[in-house]
């Protein structure tokens, strides 16, 4: 067998961890439980849901009665969107989101925008960080929903979620204020999330992008005050408190709460880590062909991600002469096969044909210095190798470049 290339797409999902497959085995056979039935079997796997729970809520400062097991985040997002749109009608008819958010929070507010609610996206600036002026701006009486996500999944920069909580109780008495909703898939474990300090009412999370398993997800619904009202989505049984009906997956559930309890433990160790990491690439890619780009802020930013653009190279050769070293992909991995290029590099200002030359690393939590060294080899090989498109005219200008 070939050796196959070096995994570095962890915003599009991570392997699960083995202590993660481990926790989850018993769940599967010989505690195979349905968490609603009223024996034995049922106990042991609702005592684990609810031991998972917990964990869950502690993570982020909530209560455990305020966390629901959804399939993942797009599950969380729709439910968190629409649940909220279609309880608060007679409060307003107005969402806030942001142009950089994932399809997922973009196309539930859409949707909704059809059935006659009425949707502002804010842009961000060319780093990539939403400005508060522009939200203050857009804020009204009849605003019932604010979505900004934690961190983004395509360029990793995290948005200022105490200010905007702060804002949003500042500016509206109580009873009136938009629920605050967060999209976290790439921020839980990773970053500090504190839905108390955050002043959030509704938090997206998911496993499978901090080596948890895929399918399972969880939405923080907020119960102490103000009180979050939500339309279930999905009708039938009444589980989770009637905000999402549908049995329960144990196994599935209890690696969710291993691979949050396993990235908490880890989380500074691992930050250090990676930032190092993805500090050495960038200076390798840099230094070797100046002329790229970094997309969005330095910092505030997830410490796995690293995303660049490569002004003049042509991007599906780039990715072409990549593929035998590293697995990476140039955008999300929700968006690439439309092969449109990605709305969060348009929304920060990049050209469309900007933005199809940009790469998107992932640091896997456990990548190697030698693997780091093979990566930075190769690239280094391949700019070395790969002649820019067109070249310019020599500088003969001394005035200063403008960059924007
Ligand atoms: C991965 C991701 C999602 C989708 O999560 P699933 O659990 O795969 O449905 C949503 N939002 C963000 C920011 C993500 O990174």
């Known amino acids: 067998m070939t050796s196959r290339p070096i ?3 962890c915003q599009a999902t991570t392997p699960v961890d083995p202590a993660v497959l481990e ?11 349905n968490p609603s039935s ?19 809520a502690t993570a982020i400062n909530a209560t ?96 200022p979620l105490q200010a905007i909580g702060k804002l949003l109780r500042d500016r509206y008495a109580l009873d009136a204020k938009p629920f605050f909703h967060s999209d976290a898939a790439q921020a839980l474990g990773q970053i500090p999330l504190d839905v108390e300090a955050m002043g959030l ?89 100046p002329e790229a780009r970094l997309n969005g802020a330095w910092k505030p930013r997830l410490p796995s991600n690293l995303n660049v653009s490569f002004p003049n190279l042509d991007p599906s050769t780039l990715l072409q002469n990549l593929r035998s070293t590293v697995a990476l992909s140039s955008g999300s991995a929700c968006s690439s096969e439309s092969g449109k290029p990605s709305h969060v590099l348009t929304a920060l200002g990049l050209s469309e044909g900007l933005a199809r030359t940009s790469l998107r690393f992932g640091l896997h939590r456990d990548m190697t210095d030698e693997q780091m060294e093979a990566i930075v080899t190769d690239l ?19 005035e200063p470049s403008r960059k924007s």
């Open 38 to 56: 009223p024996h034995r079997y049922g106990w042991e796997a609702d005592a684990a849901v609810e031991t998972a729970r917990t964990t869950l």
């Open 23 to 33: 926790a989850m085995l018993p769940y599967f056979s010989g505690q195979f439980g």
């Open 201 to 289: 009412d509704l938090v997206s999370m998911t496993a499978h992008k901090i080596y948890g398993p895929k399918g399972i997800g969880a939405l923080y619904v907020r119960r102490r005050s103000p009180r979050v009202r939500l339309a279930p989505q999905l009708h039938g049984g009444g589980q989770e408190r009637e905000r999402r009906s549908g049995t329960l997956n144990p196994p599935l559930i209890v690696g969710f709460a291993k691979a949050v309890e396993i990235a908490l433990e880890r989380q500074s160790r691992d930050s250090q880590r990676l930032i190092e990491l993805r500090s050495r690439l960038w200076q390798a890619i840099s230094s070797t062909y």
């Open 7 to 9: 995994y570095c797409d």
């Open 64 to 159: 455990p009665s305020e966390i629901a097991f959804v399939s993942g985040a797009t599950e969380a997002n729709n439910l968190a969107i629409k649940g909220v749109a279609e309880a608060y009608l007679a409060r307003g008819r107005h969402l806030i989101a942001v142009a950089t958010e994932h399809r997922a929070v973009l196309e539930p507010v859409r949707y909704l925008s059809t059935l006659g609610f009425e949707s502002t996206i804010l842009p961000v600036r060319p780093d990539g960080i939403l400005d508060l002026d522009s939200l203050e701006a857009a804020l009204r009486t009849d605003t019932i929903l604010v979505s900004v996500m934690a961190a983004n999944n395509e360029i990793g920069v995290l948005q």
């Open 380 to 398: 280094k090989a391949i700019f070395a190798q790969m002649k820019p498109r067109e070249t310019r005219p020599p500088r003969i200008n001394l």
